[in-house]
């Protein structure tokens, strides 16, 4: 798992890694490393994005809407990052969209509900019905196309 987040998300992050630890989750954590609000939540989402792509992990972002880091992290080639404010929302995006980024706001979304959000996606499984495959082919041949990188 590949944490990041910015000043905004950097209190949550915090207590996932606690949590995290607690359960024996295995993470890395690409920052921000201290609280300052001289951080920019696109260079942590590229930096996520680009080590969630090349190495086929997961990973989680926080800031402060969780808006800004979903928007950089899916400018990264290979990246399907999702925000999410509900565990349905968590749940269909890994089974339809195999999504490999989660986005989540601090401001806007309890330490609780982020809990069972993160859970759910965690635990769910990519469905692989034909239907998925072919539309995240589609996605992925544009990516090729366009020449994302």
């Not at 995290?20 to 921000?32: N, P, S, T, V």
């Not at 696109?42 to 990973?59: H, L, Y």
């Not at 995006?93 to 759910?120: G, Q, Y």
């Not at 996606?121 to 469905?127: G, V």
Request: positive net charge; hydrophobic residues 35%.
């Amino acid at each position: 798992m590949i944490l990041g987040s910015d000043h905004a998300g950097f209190a949550t992050k915090e207590r996932l890694k606690k949590l995290f630890d607690k359960k024996g989750i295995e993470y890395e954590d690409l920052g921000a490393h201290e609280l300052n609000l001289k951080d920019d939540y696109p260079d942590i989402a590229f930096k996520v994005g680009e080590k969630v792509a090349k190495t086929k992990s997961r990973g989680i972002l926080l800031c402060g809407t969780g808006a800004g880091m979903i928007i950089a992290a899916n400018k990264v080639k290979g990246i399907r990052a999702v925000e999410a404010y509900d565990t349905f929302t968590a749940r269909l995006s890994r089974e339809h969209n195999d999504t490999n980024i989660l986005s989540l706001s601090e401001w806007h979304i309890p330490f609780d509900k982020i809990k069972k959000i993160v859970d759910v996606w965690l635990n769910t499984k990519y469905s692989k019905d034909e239907r998925h495959v072919r539309r995240l082919r589609k996605i992925a041949n544009y990516e090729n196309q366009k020449g994302r990188k």
